[in-house]
């Protein structure tokens, strides 16, 4: 039996709302977007659930807006990773909860596949099925871990340092392959491509193992040549790689690195640039 897909209001018209809005509708999901900031005569009257895309700071105050123009067991969910269901004003008189898709959405007008993704849901009962509901409509996996869920800073410090770290890292290596002469579009995608398969081995092979490269085989020499070539190039690329280097060497140390060769590839790495 397929599960009852709520009639749904997103609210806010940015990079979440428009993603998540688009994918609830071509899942046949029926869906409004609504705009956050000046949600006017929105249609609210008949709807089932609520789903605030709106910044977190403005989640209690568009909520405390909108519940008394919705039906009485109307769900509100938000969709921020660092809060749960506290988020709420205590008197909203609905059940609420966090509904935290765990994508990185960068632009209103290109969003990501949401199939297979997953997303983060806390709160009460009817709040948590309700999100279940919405992501198991969008092909997303629902990550339930009680009423507080795994919301909270510590679980959106692992998102933002795989996703923004990841988009961080990417804009160092596009600029260098740039210096190379390689053109932004051919860079952006072969280091997108690189990426997609790095996602790839983290999901099928999975971690630490999903770690390639001269670290992870002890070739302190390439890493000694990796640093004088950054050094030549780029200060920003070499205090990146500088920066990262103690993470992914202890990633090594896991999958398996002897101690011998961390020490060689620890000696690389601190030696001073010329
Ligand atoms: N971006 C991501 O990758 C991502 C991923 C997961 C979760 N989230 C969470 O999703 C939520 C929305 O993030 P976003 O990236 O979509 O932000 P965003 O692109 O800045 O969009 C937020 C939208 O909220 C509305 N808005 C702005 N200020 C407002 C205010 N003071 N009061 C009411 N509405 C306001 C605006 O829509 P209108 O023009 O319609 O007013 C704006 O377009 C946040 O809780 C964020 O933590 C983001």
Redesign the pocket.
């Known amino acids: 039996m397929t599960a009852h897909r709520p009639k749904v209001a997103v609210?806010?018209?940015?990079?979440?709302?428009r993603g998540l809005h688009g994918a609830l509708v071509a899942a046949g999901v029926d869906a409004e977007l609504?705009?956050?900031?000046?949600p006017g005569r929105a249609a609210l009257g008949d709807v089932e659930v609520v789903i605030?895309?709106?910044?977190?700071?403005?989640?209690g105050?568009?909520a405390a807006a909108l519940a008394p123009r919705t039906p009485e067991g109307a769900v509100f969910l938000?969709?921020?990773?660092?809060l749960g269901a506290e988020a709420f004003p205590p008197t909203l008189g609905r059940p609420a909860g966090a509904m935290?898709?765990?994508?990185?959405?960068?632009h209103?007008k290109k969003p990501p596949s949401l199939a297979g993704t997953t997303f983060a849901l806390a709160g009460p009962a009817a709040a948590r099925r309700a999100g279940r509901a919405l992501a198991e409509a969008v092909g997303a996996r629902p990550l339930e871990r009680g009423v507080d869920g795994v919301h909270g800073p510590a679980y959106h410090a692992a998102a933002a340092l795989a996703?923004n770290g990841a988009a961080a890292l990417a804009t160092v290596a596009v600029e260098v392959l740039e210096t190379l002469g390689a053109r932004p579009k051919a860079a952006r995608r072969a280091v997108g491509a690189l990426l997609r398969t790095v996602a790839e081995n983290v999901e099928r092979v999975g971690v630490p193992d999903a770690l390639t490269g001269p670290v992870m085989r002890g070739d302190a020499g390439t890493v000694r040549r990796h640093r004088e070539a950054l050094a030549a190039r780029s200060e920003a690329a070499l205090g990146a790689y500088d920066a990262i280097a103690p993470a992914i060497l202890r990633t090594a140390r896991a999958v398996g690195l002897p101690e011998a060769s961390a020490r060689a590839v620890r000696s690389a790495l601190q030696r001073k640039r010329k």
């Not at 938000?78 to 660092?82: I, L, T, V, Y």
């Open positions: 609210v806010g018209r940015g990079r979440v709302g609504v705009g956050g900031r000046r605030l895309a709106v910044p977190d700071g403005a989640i105050e568009v938000h969709c921020a990773g660092s935290h898709p765990l994508v990185s959405f960068a209103p996703a």
